[in-house]
């Protein structure tokens, strides 16, 4: 049974930074895709960054390009988002996902996802 659990979450003012860890477990963690997804109360889930197996390639999106970075250890079997320059309109529960299948590339959308964490709150205040 594949676990992820995030931790990092918190309160933080605008400009300021939060680093986000999943620890994953269960299966052999650094064969597999990784990706951070965000929920802001009534809205969708939406993408947020995703590595691959090997940490090489990243992928973002255009909201958080340049301010983001993924990255994993593999070692640690975990997965970081660090989050620099933050804005108020970040907020949101973050979930890291991992995918059931080995694949070539970085998934982008939820259906490609198939484990869960439980969330953590990110809170920017302005």
């Known amino acids: 049974q594949v676990q992820l659990v995030e931790s990092g979450g918190g309160l933080v003012q605008a400009g300021g930074s939060l680093r986000l860890s999943c620890a994953a477990s269960?299966?052999?963690?650094?064969?597999?895709?990784m990706g951070w997804f965000r929920q802001a109360p009534g809205k969708e889930r939406e993408f947020v960054a995703g590595?691959?197996?090997?940490?090489?390639?990243?992928y973002y999106a255009d909201s958080v390009k340049g301010r983001f970075t993924i990255s994993r250890d593999n070692a640690k079997n975990t997965v970081y988002l660090q989050m620099n320059s933050l804005k108020p309109e970040d907020t949101a529960v973050y979930y890291c996902?991992?995918?059931?299948?080995?694949?070539?590339?970085?998934?982008?959308?939820?259906?490609?996802?198939?484990?869960w964490g439980q969330g953590t709150q990110v809170t920017v205040s302005s």
């Open positions: 996902a991992a995918p059931r299948k080995v694949l070539g590339g970085i998934p982008t959308t939820m259906r490609e996802y198939d484990y």
């Open positions: 269960g299966r052999t963690f650094s064969s597999y895709a």
């Open positions: 590595i691959n197996w090997s940490g090489i390639i990243t």
